[in-house]
Each structure stands twice: as C-alpha cells, then as structure tokens.
C-alpha cells in the first residue's frame, strides 16, 4: 500500500502552506461525498456500485470539488483500515496487486518516480538533520558533524554540499 500512497504524492502537489492546504482539502461531509463513500464502501457487488452512484450522480454532474471529496474520504477510509464489502476489498487489493507489479515490469520508471518523491522531501530533510538557510542549527546532526571537523570544514566535503543545499533549496 506504501506503493500507492508514494505514487499519490508523487502526483498530488505537496508544497502549500498549512492553511492553504487546509483551504482546499474538499470537506468529506458534503451529503453526496458522504453519500458516495458510504456506496462505495458498503456496497456488495461491483453493478449494484455502478446502479447506486448513477442515481446518485448523473455522468456529467462530477465537479472536480466532489471528486476530490471522494479521494480525500476513500484516502482516510484506507489509512484507518476501514471496514469495507467485498467489492471495496477487492478493489484495493488488486489495486496494490497491480502497484508493485508495475514496479517490477518498470523498474526504471518507479525509479524515477521515486527519485522525485526524494526531491519533493530533500528540503524537509535537510531542515531535520539541521541544514538551515542561516548554517547549521544548535544542537542538531549538523553541528555535531560540523564539530568533529574542528571548525574547518574541508572544500568540496559532503557536510559542505549538504550545508549548502540547507542554504539555498527551501
């Protein structure tokens, strides 16, 4: 599941601010959300999903607010494992099933997604290990490591490239 959730925020721009992202995260209890939730992760069987969410929502009445309702609540209901029917179960399971097998057909393109998920978190990184805009943080890896170089820190080290990307990508 790990799998999807990367491949989610690989798609899913992550860098707002917390109010924005709080702004614009649709609220799952708007009554036709909730009301789709609850067929999608009730519902017995894969027609009586199609023939419920059809009369629920005329094809053309998806907006882009309910359909990121949707994924926001289907989101939460996965992470708090959820109780779910079977159609639901088998849904996620294929869903991951075919998630680590294109993993393995392509490696190369997972790589490459993975690549930009590590991008998209080096800045938080960085700041954790204590590589900030202003030099190291007191108290943290990166002062440690600064101090067992005495006070000269050697030109082209890697405390030095990592103190530098601390410095310049925030």
Known sequence: MGVIFSALDCLVPTKRTRASAQASTPPTSSPQVSELLTILLTTPTV??????????????????YLARGLLSGLVNAIEQHASMA??????LRRASEEAFEFAQEHPVYTTILALGVLVALMPWVLEVLGFAELGPVEGSFAAWWQSRYAGYVPKGSLFGFFQRLGMVWH
Request: aromatic share 4%; charged share 20%.
């Open 47 to 64: 027609p009586e999903i199609h023939k419920s969410t059809s009369e629920l929502i005329h094809p053309t009445g998806w907006t882009d």
């Open 86 to 91: 079977q159609a639901a179960t088998e849904a």
